[in-house]
């Protein structure tokens, strides 16, 4: 935002505007000294971990000044406020104690930003200062200027302000866009980026512009603090990590049950030995209220994510921890836990995909079963050398295999005793070979087919198995078939192209959903319109119908029929004739929201309608739409004491739930069906947690919050 200034206390307004740099000085100072929220502070040098609720009515380990306030009371947990939707307000936290930065350390907080004008501003700031000089229960502290520089960076938009007192990292998450741009006195951006994570630099190099990442999401939202497990909840988590002499800064942001990695590895200068986190948030022209909530500062191990690739049943070992990190201590490799179970599981098994095992040096050996192909994932932890536990982290194995793909062309038409040709075409789309492949044709039982060196034909059940071949990643290999239809008219039969293996070594395919393909043809006399293509296909708005015909006679309008099961058909669209004759014409119809319909396939036809009433159908086609993924809710959530675990949407079978605390500890373990079950949470404290759910081949996890 633009105007920044004037920003109002209650016990004194800013400087008016043209007044000198110093005057604005000593203000920011004053400001620094009399909006402080001051208690006992935390000791000199605060141990890990370093956890802030800011539910409470005070707190003796921050600071505060501007407008910020914390929202809580004795019978209602709060929120630490940086800002109300409020024009021109800016409102700031500091940590009073410090924490050592030598060995690296983790920060994570919820953020809530609503309830403003569209689009929302400025947005926040969580910055990092030396410690030295700055403890603003002395008076050291000065908080940088408001507006597009979010409390951290400079501005010069009237009078000439500072940024934040000896900055060390200011990581702004901006709704408005103006932190990222190389105006108003900042260093340094690449222009105006709304909805954004930026990081500038330190206050020795004049808070230059980093390094920044645009969202597929919003940091603002609509819903008023959004607790875990709504679509709008957010959270941040900062990882800074000495590497290779050097420090590099990861972020990563929680929207919903997504987290996005905005900030991955980025390499920044060694901190001060010492550092103190604040907080801070403003408004302009545009407002947010902007509020943190369930702030930690932690030295546990970070576990990175890891992913590996093997062939269908050949084992593959991976070393997880070589891309993980200790912190407060060395990582104790023999430590490494497959399982969130209590103890450490050395082994996992997934059923029907294979067995993990990991030995004393921290490597994993996956064994997939020889029939598996496709991707396998669970989450590990690893332990530090004082007992100190990692984040979850995913491996992930991706198991190659074939994937043999069928199709068939030809005519969907015909005259009755009419030779027709087709086409059966097999393809391998994955990534190792397929061998003894046996492309097959299923006709209806007793279809007249002539004999042929090039298939062998069962006449009693119908089906045309045609010469096995081997098919190499990318290959394809194509088959034709000619018979004569049926004498009888107005008849429909189905032709389904699949393939079989000619021997027991069958190879795991990665896709089952290409395997086979259908055509229907339709035996008929001569149709007033001549029907050369008739097409279906799922598109992002709905359901696209496309049509061909050759020619038209006495041809009135096209009516477009859906079902959802094939059987029974309704009207869904009217397309008039562009004309008789022995042109051809080309058309098409989108069925919107058909994708929404809560079916995974649909079926189309036309109906063709003469000028004198007469109709005639078409083909049936059919298109499928991805279907929604099973998945277990929680609910309520916030949770009081006991909240409903709903896993009546996943398969029938047994399930494993246990709660975590966010350290990867099991707290409670129950067993539950595929239905709706109560979730005891007696004996828990106020926090976050993580119900994770295994069992029938699915594992969840979800996000719970304590109250």
């Known amino acids: 935002m633009k105007k920044t200034l004037p920003i109002t206390l209650a016990t004194r307004p800013l400087p008016a505007r043209g007044r000198g740099t110093s005057e604005a000085r000593s203000f920011l100072t004053t400001l620094a000294a009399t909006g402080c929220l001051l208690a006992s502070s935390l000791a000199a040098q605060a141990q890990f971990p370093i956890n802030e609720a800011f539910t409470d009515a005070a707190t003796p380990n921050f600071s505060l000044g501007g407008n910020a306030e ?13 800002t109300s939707a409020t024009n021109n307000q800016a409102g700031y936290a500091v940590l009073n104690g410090t924490f050592p930065s030598s060995k690296g350390f983790s920060i994570s907080f919820e953020f809530f930003s609503y309830g403003g004008t569209s689009p929302g501003a400025d947005g926040l700031s969580v910055f990092m200062v030396d410690a030295d000089g700055t403890d603003p229960t002395q008076n050291e502290f000065s908080i940088g200027s408001y507006g597009g520089s979010l409390g951290y960076a400079q501005i010069d938009t009237y009078t000439a302000l500072t940024g934040v007192s000896k900055g060390y990292l200011g990581i702004g998450l901006d709704e408005f866009g103006n932190y990222s741009q190389d105006n108003e006195g900042r260093v340094g951006g690449v222009g105006f980026k709304p909805q954004a994570v930026a990081l500038r630099g330190s206050a020795a190099d004049a808070y230059k512009y980093l390094t920044g990442t645009s969202l597929p999401f919003s940091l603002d939202v609509a819903t008023a603090r959004a607790q875990s497990g709504s679509p709008d909840y957010r959270k941040a988590y900062l990882y800074v990590l000495p590497v290779n002499g050097g ?44 509020e943190i909530r369930s702030l930690a500062i932690l030295d546990n191990p970070y576990a990175v994510d890891d992913v590996t690739q093997t062939p269908y049943n050949k084992p593959v070992k991976l070393n997880v921890i070589a891309n993980d990190h200790g912190i407060g201590a060395e990582l104790k490799p023999e430590s490494v836990d497959l399982d969130p179970a209590p103890g450490i599981q050395q082994t996992y098994t997934v059923p029907g995909q294979g067995t993990f095992e990991v030995n004393s040096l921290g490597e994993v050996t996956f064994t997939p079963i020889g029939t598996f192909a496709g991707e396998v994932a669970i989450p590990y932890f690893i332990s530090d050398l004082v007992d100190k536990e990692s984040n979850p982290a995913i491996l992930t194995i991706n198991v190659t295999g074939a994937d043999v793909a069928s199709a068939i062309s030809g005519p969907v038409s015909a005259k009755p005793s009419t030779l027709v040709s087709y086409i059966i075409s097999t393809s391998n789309n994955g990534t190792e070979t397929a061998d003894n492949v046996s492309p097959t044709l299923q006709l209806p039982a007793g279809t007249d087919l002539p004999a042929s060196a090039s298939y062998f034909y069962d006449i009693a059940t119908g089906l045309v198995t045609f010469t096995a071949v081997s098919l190499p990643v990318g290959s394809k290999v194509d088959n034709y078939l000619d018979f004569v239809t049926s004498a009888d008219t107005n008849t429909s039969i189905t032709l389904t192209s699949s393939y079989s293996y000619l021997t027991s070594t069958i190879i795991p395919d990665q896709e089952a959903s290409n395997n086979a393909a259908t055509l229907a043809l339709t035996i008929a006399e001569p149709l007033p319109v001549t029907l050369t293509r008739f097409d279906v296909a799922a598109e992002p708005q709905g359901a696209l119908v496309t049509w061909h015909t050759a020619t038209e006679q006495h041809n009135d309008h096209f009516t477009v029929e859906r079902s959802l099961t094939g059987a029974a058909f309704q009207v869904v669209g009217t397309v008039r004739s562009q004309g008789n004759g022995l042109s051809a014409h080309d058309y098409s119809f989108t069925d919107n929201g058909a994708g929404q319909l809560g079916a995974t396939t649909l079926y189309y036809r036309l109906r063709q309608v003469d000028v004198d009433g007469t ?93």
Do not use: C, W
């Not at 942001?253 to 590895?265: I, K, S």
């Not at 675990?645 to 494993?656: F, I, T």
């Open 70 to 82: 914390l929202t809580g009371t004795t019978g209602a947990p709060g929120y630490l406020r940086l």
């Open 247 to 290: 420090y590099t800064i990861t972020i990563r942001l929680q929207h919903g049950r997504t987290v996005t990695t905005t900030t991955d590895m980025y390499t920044v200068t060694a901190p001060p030995a010492n550092l103190r986190v604040g907080f801070a948030g403003s408004t302009g022209d545009k407002t947010n209220i902007h």
């Open 615 to 707: 109709t005639t159908f078409s083909p049936v086609r059919n298109v499928r739409f991805a279907a929604p993924k099973a998945t277990a809710t929680l609910y309520p959530n916030p949770s009081q004491g006991r909240t409903l675990l709903d896993l009546s949407s996943l398969a029938a079978g047994p399930y494993l739930v246990q709660v975590l605390d966010l350290t990867g500890r099991v707290l409670r373990t129950q067993q539950a069906a595929a239905e709706l079950a109560s979730l005891d949470l007696a004996g828990l404290p106020q926090g976050a947690y993580l119900v994770l759910v295994q069992g029938a081949g699915t594992r969840q996890a979800l996000p719970l919050l304590r109250n």
